[in-house]
């Protein structure tokens, strides 16, 4: 009798331990990936900005892992996203910025993580700016594996006087238009934030994977006039602050949900800031200092040195993931791809290759490195960098090719060159392989 009632209790603390009334199976958790637009690598004050004012970023960051390399595959907006949603190098879909005359996008052929989740039992959601094709219903979230859509079909700038087009930017709910957006814009981060509250308001009881890309802070930035007198009139940073807020408010969902434990969240961006700016830009207000910090390193935006492809990345998954862990392993959006068709149990069936891999067993302590040490840089087609380990190998400037080692040198400030011959030749055959596989092209 002793015995049966010892494994009694055994099989009730197993059971109550693993699940509660508003908690799904630690093995499927819910997904928050959020994708700031144009946010670069200093812009947050766990990443060293000493203006903005991130606490809640902080705290995710101090109760899961922030890491230090982390990498788009693409320093502009359209292919970053791309490779994303799929765990692919853009060259190989879709890179390409689109526009409000676009009539293309991510080829139908390609499989996003929204498509593979569904058919793990998720609810799935995208709020924001989607920027991946919109002239027909196929191209837009909804056709790509999302149950719901809310958000602009390109960048908040693309409509006169920054952008020559007669074509009116407007909010899309689902495959419909629901209003035209014009230059009063400060309630974008606010109603893509209550969007998702909405979701997981709704889908508690489910796994749910929710995307949620800002259209912050992409120019022309805005913010409620709250945020701007608590930013003392600093507009960039009030936009940082209201989105860490938005971050904030979803955390504090999740907590009263009682669904923080089993909730992977993520937050990163989808390139560095807009430092290289054109003058078209800067009119209604908008000034050269509203794009941002990359903090030490060098270049932005559309450039392939560090300030366009290394970004902020903090991920928490308390029911499995490490906390307080800082890392400099280099890791990349499409390894998030990997890694969260890993936690769904999702099976990766595709012809075409995968590029990114699972970071699971890293995340949770499991291994000691990232997958994969390889990071190569396109610019458009043109292939102009590869990182193996340390080592960083730029062809970008063709008669003047350069080799940093950004462990002791990330702001790339120091060629190293001349130092490493056999190490330059090795990289410079690995940058002509990977062009021919990809048809890209070099410099």
Not at 87 to 100: E, K, S, V
Not at 122 to 147: C, I, Q, S
Not at 149 to 163: F, R
Not at 268 to 284: E, F, V
Request: with cysteine; glycine share 6%; charged share 20%.
């Amino acid at each position: 009798m002793r015995q049966i009632l010892f494994f009694i209790t055994l099989f009730f603390i197993a059971t109550t331990c693993t699940t509660n009334n508003n908690q799904k199976p630690l093995n499927k958790p819910n997904i928050i990936l959020i994708f700031a637009d144009d946010l670069g690598y200093g812009d947050l004050s766990c990443y060293g900005s000493p203006v903005n004012k991130t606490p809640n970023l902080d705290k995710l960051a101090y109760e899961g892992i922030r890491l230090t390399s982390f990498y788009v595959a693409a320093s502009v907006c359209t292919p970053s996203r791309a490779a994303l949603l799929t765990g692919r190098y853009p060259i190989r879909h879709i890179w390409r910025n689109t526009g409000p005359e676009s009539t293309h996008g991510l080829p139908e052929r390609e499989v996003t993580i929204a498509n593979l989740l569904k058919e793990q039992g998720y609810a799935t959601a995208a709020y924001g700016k989607w920027h991946l094709g919109h002239a027909t219903p196929e191209l837009l979230p909804t056709g790509r594996g999302f149950d719901e859509y809310y958000g602009l079909p390109y960048s908040n700038d693309m409509i006169k006087p920054w952008v020559q087009t007669d074509v009116s930017l407007m909010m899309y709910e689902n495959e419909k238009t629901v209003k035209e957006v014009n230059y009063e814009q400060k309630e974008l981060t606010n109603e893509f934030t209550q969007k998702a509250l909405n979701f997981i308001d709704n889908h508690k009881d489910e796994p749910f994977f929710i995307y949620l890309p800002y259209s912050m802070p992409h120019l022309p930035v805005a913010a409620p006039d709250s945020y701007l007198e608590k930013a003392n009139q600093n507009l960039y940073r009030a936009v940082i602050e209201n989105i860490d807020e938005g971050v904030g408010k979803i955390k504090g969902k999740l907590d009263a949900l009682n669904l923080t434990e089993n909730t992977l969240f993520i937050f990163t961006s989808d390139n560095g800031p807009w430092h290289n700016l054109p003058d078209r830009m800067l009119q209604r207000g908008n000034e050269r200092w509203h794009t941002g910090s990359t903090g030490t390193l060098r270049g932005a935006k559309a450039t392939s040195f560090e300030g366009g492809f290394r970004v902020p990345a903090i991920i928490s998954w308390p029911a499995e993931f490490q906390t307080n862990f800082v890392s400099e392993q280099m890791m990349t959006t499409m390894d998030l791809f990997a890694t969260l068709a890993d936690v769904a149990g999702a099976e990766i069936a595709q012809e075409n290759p995968l590029d990114g891999k699972s970071a699971r067993s890293f995340l949770n302590g499991n291994s000691s490195t990232t997958p994969s040490n390889t990071m190569y840089y396109f610019v458009g087609d043109k292939l102009e960098a590869v990182r193996v380990g340390n080592l960083k190998y730029s062809i970008k400037q063709k008669e003047n090719p350069e080799l940093f080692d950004l462990e002791n040198d990330p702001s790339e400030m120091y060629n190293i060159f001349d130092r490493h011959p056999e190490e330059v030749e090795k990289m410079q055959k690995m940058l002509e392989d990977f062009a021919q596989e990809t048809e890209g092209r070099l410099p």
